[in-house]
T-cell receptor, first 112, second 110 residues
Framework: GQQLNQSPQSMFIQEGEDVSMNCTSSSIFNTWLWYKQDPGEGPVLLIALYKAGELTSNGRLTAQFGITRKDSFLNISASIPSDVGIYFCAGSRNSGNTPLVFGKGTRLSVIA | DVKVTQSSRYLVKRTGEKVFLECVQDMDHENMFWYRQDPGLGLRLIYFSYDVKMKEKGDIPEGYSVSREKKERFSLILESASTNQTSMYLC?????????FGSGTRLTVV
């Protein structure tokens, strides 16, 4: 099945640094989503994007829905230790009962 | 607070055993999903269901089956467990695209 191309695969950063990760696809999506998985837990929805070009913030997190509808990025500003986890992008075509397509995840480690 | 509950956090089973992983949601969601998560491979869809008694194959259904007799419960069955089915299994439910995940079951097959 299709998966989104998510990069980077992993990141090691210092506390206080900004982080950027992105997701690309060869096909169009109508909704882009970003999830975070804390160690030992299931993924939790962080941000949902509904319109091409849309820029949405949730605290220190900012995500954008690409103009072509084939990509999205997530930025985290001033990282803190609790940002550690795996971040997944996901795309929805909103067509009938088609499941979300997920990226392989970006594993973020924050060094205090 | 909405919840998806997976019956076990950790499970150890022997090769050849029949294994049942249970998932229950309390949100009256139509849609339920089973994923497995392996390092470097992300979330891979095994089976999903959009209604009671209805099931659809995902990307990696081989070696698995599912059962959905009631709206709130979606069971994943490993007919004859093998060591390559050692993994983290995640259940999710949704009304549309906003999935709610359970905490996962880490299954080890020895």
């Amino acid at each position: 099945g299709q998966q989104l191309n998510q990069s980077p695969q992993s990141m090691f950063i210092q506390e206080g640094e900004d982080v950027s990760m992105n997701c690309t696809s060869s096909s169009i999506f109508n909704t882009w989503l970003w999830y975070k998985q804390d160690p030992g837990e299931g993924p939790v929805l962080l941000i949902a994007l509904y319109k091409a070009g849309e820029l949405t913030s949730n605290g220190r997190l900012t995500a954008q829905f690409g103009i072509t509808r084939k990509d999205s990025f997530l930025n985290i500003s001033a990282s803190i230790p609790s940002d550690v986890g795996i971040y997944f992008c996901a795309g929805s075509r909103n067509s009938g009962n088609t499941p979300l397509v997920f990226g392989k995840g970006t594993r973020l480690s924050v060094i205090a | 607070d909405v919840k998806v509950t997976q019956s076990s956090r950790y499970l150890v089973k022997r090769t050849g055993e029949k294994v049942f992983l249970e998932c229950v949601q309390d949100m009256d969601h139509e849609n339920m999903f089973w994923y497995r998560q392996d390092p470097g491979l992300g979330l891979r869809l095994i089976y999903f269901s959009y209604d009671v008694k209805m099931k659809e194959k995902g990307d990696i259904p081989e070696g698995y089956s599912v059962s959905r007799e009631k709206k709130e419960r979606f069971s994943l069955i490993l007919e004859s467990a093998s060591t390559n089915q050692t993994s983290m299994y995640l259940c999710a439910s949704s009304l549309s695209w906003g999935y709610t995940f359970g905490s996962g079951t880490r299954l080890t097959v020895v």
